[in-house]
């Protein structure tokens, strides 16, 4: 049925990494750039979900540059993340095997930082699985390329050759960036999203990867 299976890293195929986390990666971040004493709603302001403006608005408020403060927050952000995968905090799901039986080439594409994306899937095994895979560089530039943006879904179809291809997520960013592709999506139940309400209407809303393996067979 399609060219291309995509999906999403995070929430897809490996854990989403805590909240609190990556708060305390933001709070390495300042520090790092010599902001000993940030008030905490600046700090909360970068730790998910950022724009641009919104962060070149926080970091004017120290002087720092907002390539410095975000390349310290992405770089603390990674180093956090690679321990929760180290520590077994942060864990491939056990269906991410069944993605063998796909016949179609598969791609991921992320919202969290390349290195991190490239770390999880050399720390798990699955590098050989993906033909493609992009997560964001550490600027604020890749902040508007992120999801719901298509770029990297773009960039991921060229790479593949594809010309239809169905993407995989857990938010609805996912699902709004692959609209913007022209492609399908699905919206993947995991535990994290089970009573999750939609705003946004998939092509499938799927269980787990099995349904995703089964649609892909047509």
């Given at each position: 049925?399609?060219?291309?299976?995509?999906?999403?890293?995070?929430?897809?195929?490996?854990?989403?990494?805590?909240?609190?986390?990556?708060?305390?990666?933001?709070?390495?971040?300042?520090?790092?750039?010599?902001?000993?004493?940030?008030?905490?709603?600046?700090?909360?302001?970068?730790?998910?979900?950022?724009?641009?403006?919104?962060?070149?608005?926080?970091?004017?408020?120290?002087?720092?540059?907002?390539?410095d403060l975000w390349a310290a927050r992405d770089l603390h952000?990674?180093?956090?993340?690679?321990?929760?995968?180290?520590?077994?905090?942060?864990?491939?799901?056990?269906?991410?095997?069944?993605?063998?039986?796909?016949?179609?080439?598969?791609?991921?594409?992320?919202?969290?930082?390349?290195?991190?994306?490239?770390?999880?899937?050399?720390?798990?095994?699955?590098?050989?699985?993906?033909?493609?895979?992009?997560?964001?560089?550490?600027?604020?530039?890749?902040?508007?390329?992120?999801?719901?943006?298509?770029?990297?879904?773009?960039?991921?179809?060229?790479?593949?050759?594809?010309?239809?291809?169905?993407?995989?997520?857990?938010?609805?960013?996912?699902?709004?960036?692959?609209?913007?592709?022209?492609?399908?999506?699905?919206?993947?139940?995991?535990?994290?999203?089970?009573?999750?309400?939609?705003?946004?209407?998939?092509?499938?809303?799927?269980?787990?990867?099995?349904?995703?393996v089964a649609i892909c067979r047509g």
């Amino acid at each position: 049925m399609y060219d291309a299976l995509l999906l999403d890293n995070d929430g897809v195929i490996v854990g989403r990494t805590r909240y609190d986390v990556l708060r305390e990666a933001t709070w390495s971040a300042f520090e790092s750039v010599s902001v000993d004493d940030p008030d905490p709603d600046d700090v909360e302001e970068i730790v998910v979900g950022v724009d641009p403006e919104t962060l070149t608005r926080v970091a004017d408020r120290y002087d720092v540059s907002p390539e410095d403060l975000w390349a310290a927050r992405d770089l603390h952000a990674h180093q956090r993340q690679r321990r929760e995968i180290e520590a077994g905090r942060k864990d491939v799901y056990p269906d991410v095997s069944v993605l063998r039986e796909v016949d179609a080439p598969l791609g991921i594409v992320s919202s969290n930082q390349q290195q991190t994306v490239d770390y999880a899937l050399d720390h798990f095994g699955l590098a050989d699985l993906f033909e493609t895979a992009y997560g964001r560089k550490p600027t604020p530039e890749s902040l508007r390329k992120k999801k719901p943006a298509p770029h990297y879904l773009h960039r991921a179809l060229a790479d593949l050759d594809a010309e239809t291809a169905l993407f995989v997520g857990d938010n609805e960013s996912d699902l709004e960036a692959a609209d913007n592709a022209g492609i399908d999506s699905a919206f993947i139940r995991r535990p994290h999203r089970r009573d999750f309400d939609l705003s946004v209407t998939p092509t499938y809303d799927v269980s787990d990867l099995h349904d995703l393996v089964a649609i892909c067979r047509g």
